[in-house]
């Protein structure tokens, strides 16, 4: 079966721009999940959507939003790019029940100018 | 708020010795703990994961790590090291009552020839 996929790999922006970044979660997964990954940061929770809600989100501003489609796969929006903001963002799907692992996948790797 | 603590931000073996890596949650009711496996420039692999049943739980190449209630501990280990198993290992937890996956801030594991 085909894993979680996320797509740019890469993507480099202008502080004060927009980005986009993409995720297909594996075939009959329901939620999808983002977390950022910063340099001495660890990985941070970002949202959690599922059947095409959004569930949870962690500590972060509003400019960072997303949404989950019908067919389950998710898009997170980043506006106004702050430096900061520099990370690999990490996307991971996992079928209904607590209990289940996450399936992540190879990331996006955003870098912020 | 429900967390895991990992005990050394890297750790460092000769190819062939024991590995320990060290985890600690803070929950009175006991969660469900994973372990997950990161090379560079990839996403997490899931390692092990415990659910509640077996304490002495077996993951994939070799791993393994057992609960311990009274410790609070899920720490994860293999009885010889490959210098393959150089990476950064993050543990995380599901609080009991929750849905969102809570990672500590990572070991490396340094193998040496």
């Known amino acids: 079966e085909a894993g979680v996929t996320q797509s740019p790999t890469h993507l480099i922006k202008t502080r004060g721009q927009q980005a986009t970044l993409r995720c297909s979660p594996i075939?009959?997964?329901?939620?999808v999940y983002w977390y950022q990954q910063a340099l001495g940061l660890g990985l941070q929770f970002l949202l959690w959507?599922?059947?095409?809600?959004?569930?949870n989100r962690g500590n972060f501003p509003p400019r960072f939003s997303g949404r989950q489609f019908p067919n389950y796969s998710s898009e997170l929006n980043v506006n106004a790019l702050e430096l900061e903001d520099s990370a690999l963002y990490l996307c991971?799907?996992?079928?209904?029940?607590?209990?289940?692992?996450?399936?992540f996948g190879n990331g996006t790797r955003l870098t912020v100018t | 708020a429900q967390s895991v603590t990992q005990l050394g931000s890297h750790v460092s073996v000769s190819e062939g010795a024991l590995v320990l890596l060290r985890c600690n949650y803070s929950?009175?009711?006991?969660?469900?703990l994973f372990w997950y496996v990161q090379y560079p420039n990839q996403g997490l692999q899931l390692l092990l994961k415990?659910?509640?049943?077996?304490?002495l739980v077996k993951g994939i190449n070799g791993f393994e790590a057992e609960f311990k209630k009274s410790e609070t501990s899920f720490h994860l280990t293999k009885p010889s090291a490959h210098m393959s198993d150089a990476a950064e290992y993050f543990c995380?937890?599901?609080?009991?009552?929750?849905?969102?996956?809570?990672f500590g801030k990572g070991t490396m594991l340094l193998v040496s020839p």
């Open positions: 995380a937890v599901i609080p009991a009552g929750y849905s969102t996956l809570t």
């Open positions: 415990y659910t509640s049943a077996a304490t």
């Open positions: 959507y599922d059947e095409g809600e959004e569930r």
């Open positions: 075939s009959g997964h329901t939620s």
């Open positions: 929950s009175s009711v006991p969660p469900y």
């Open positions: 991971a799907s996992r079928p209904t029940g607590r209990n289940s692992p996450l399936h």
